[in-house]
Every structure is written in C-alpha cells, then in structure tokens.
C-alpha cells in the first residue's frame, strides 16, 4: 500500500485517506494502486458497509501527478487509474467522499461516482483537461452535460473554469455543502455512520437500481473516453502542456495547426 494512502477502519466504515499534502494530494500511479486495491478488497468483504474517501481539511487532491504522467503514463485498461476509477464505478457499496479546498482533474471526476458527495463552501473545483491538452475522462463527457446541460458543461470541460464548493452543490455534483473544511470531514463522517444503520442489502439494490437505465452506456463511453485520453498522453500539445507545468510556465499551443 503506498504510504500516501491512508486506510483506516472504525467499523463498517473504510476511510481512504490520500495523504501527501506537500504535493497537494497529487495522485501517483502508486496511490491509484493503492486505492484500487483497497476498493477491490472491500468490495469482497462484507464487513465493509461504508467507503469514504477523503483528504484533508484544506486539500482533497490536486489530480494526477502531472510529473507522473510524463515517466509513467496510463497506457490502457490494467494501469493503476482505469483500476481505481473501474473499482469506484462498479463499487456496490456507498460511497462518501469528503471535499475541501483543490480538487482538480479527477478530483472531480471521480465525485460523479460517489454518492454522498459533502463539499466545502469554499473548495476549489475543475476539470483543466484541455487546457494539458488532454481530454475529459471516466464519464465526464457523458455524466456532466447529464446533469448540468451542454452549455455549462462546457464551460467545465473545455474551457476548464474552475468553481466552488457553493456551485458543486447548487449544481447537484455535492449533494451537501458545508462552512469549512473542518465542518465538511465531520459531517462526511456522520453521513457515512448514518449509511451504517441502514439495511446493506437494500442499499446496495437500490444503488443499483439508480444507475441501471445508463450504466451500459456510460462504461462505453468510459472506454471511448480512456482510449482518446492514453492517445492524447502522447501527442505533441499534450507534451507540451505537461512540460509547461513542470517548467512553471504557460504552455504555447501557437505552433499547433
Ligand atoms: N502534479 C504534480 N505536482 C503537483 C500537482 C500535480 N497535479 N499539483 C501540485 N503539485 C505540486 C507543486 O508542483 C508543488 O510542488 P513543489 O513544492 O515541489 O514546488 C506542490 O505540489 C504545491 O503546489 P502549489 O502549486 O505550490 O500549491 P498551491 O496551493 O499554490 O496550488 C493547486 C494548488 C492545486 C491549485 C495547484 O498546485 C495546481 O493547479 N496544480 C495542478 C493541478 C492540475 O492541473 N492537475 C492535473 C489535472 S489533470
């Protein structure tokens, strides 16, 4: 298990931790490992009722370690982020997530798949796939102009606007929205003890049953979306953008026809 990834049990409750602040709780290659495994094995245990996954009080993640993805990229179904993020989707149990300040990339996308989402007010939300020259992943492209419309989801996805707790809530992505970060890891917590005193088995057919009338076609599109992704990995403007960011510059797209 990697040490970025804390798993702690208090009950019928796994908590996945991610834990490497100094990097914003960038997400390694690692870490996906981790929490792929992690899930994997709670899916098969069934004294795990509850998953919550969750940073700190000021940091959920700031999404994939864009230094990892320029010396070990995703390259199809078996790297460690289709695992986890395949994990999550098909996770029969709830899951909970806790989100306090940045939560970008997949920080963001993998809140789609959760149910009980508990946000800050003030966290920092945003989906810059196009801007690293990369391309919405795991269902966004399907799941947001979903729930918010084409228009607004464009906003997200291809122009990348970053939004606040306030707005993930006021758009139906956070189903609750807290004072702070403090108040969002607590009430995250009570949220998922609460799942605890409910029947597991009806919980789970009724998860099920939410997602029936679109899960065919969103694992399509999850597939669709993963093979356009691990191409664009490759492609010159996305070298470019990912080496901006570890040379702490703009990206120049001027060259690009
Ligand atoms: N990948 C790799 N390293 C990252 C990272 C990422 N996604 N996000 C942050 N870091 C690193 C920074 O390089 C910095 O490292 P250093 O201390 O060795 O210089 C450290 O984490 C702290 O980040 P910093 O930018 O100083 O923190 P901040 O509070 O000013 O800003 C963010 C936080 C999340 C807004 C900002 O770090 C950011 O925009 N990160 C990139 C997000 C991104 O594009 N993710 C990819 C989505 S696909």
């Known amino acids: 298990m990697s040490e970025h990834i804390l798993v702690e049990r208090e009950q019928g409750l796994l908590t ?9 709780n960038a997400l390694t290659a690692a870490m996906y490992a981790g929490l792929a495994d992690a899930l994997e094995a709670a899916e098969g245990d069934s004294s795990v009722r509850v998953v919550m996954i969750a940073g700190s009080a000021d940091c959920f993640t700031a999404g994939n370690d864009i230094v990892d993805f320029l010396e070990q990229p995703p390259t199809g179904p078996d790297s460690p982020v289709f695992r986890f993020m395949r994990a999550l989707m098909d996770f029969s149990k709830p899951v909970v997530a806790a989100v306090a300040g940045p939560a970008v ?26 801007n690293l020259a990369l391309c919405p992943e795991f269902g966004s492209s399907y799941l947001l102009p979903r729930l918010l419309g084409h228009a607004r989801a464009a906003q997200l996805l291809l122009r990348g606007d970053g939004f ?4 993930a809530g006021a758009w139906g992505i956070a189903g609750e929205v807290l004072a702070d970060g403090a108040a969002t890891l607590e009430r995250a917590r009570q949220a998922a ?5 409910l029947a597991p088995s009806a919980l ?9 009338p679109y899960i065919d076609e969103l694992r399509r599109v999850v597939r669709e979306e993963g093979d356009v992704f691990v191409g664009r990995l490759s492609t010159p403007e996305a070298i470019e953008a990912l080496s901006a ?5 703009q990206p120049d797209f001027s060259k690009f026809i």
């Open 204 to 212: 789970a057919v009724s998860k099920r049953l939410m997602k029936a």
């Open 16 to 24: 996945l931790r991610l834990n490497r602040l100094d990097k914003k």
């Open 164 to 167: 606040t707790g306030e707005q």
């Open 105 to 130: 990339g997949i920080g963001t996308t993998l809140l789609l798949h959760c149910d009980l989402v508990c946000v800050s007010r003030d966290a920092k939300l945003k989906m810059p796939f196009v």
């Open 245 to 249: 960011f570890t040379q702490r510059r």
């Open 193 to 197: 003890q609460e799942l605890l005193s």
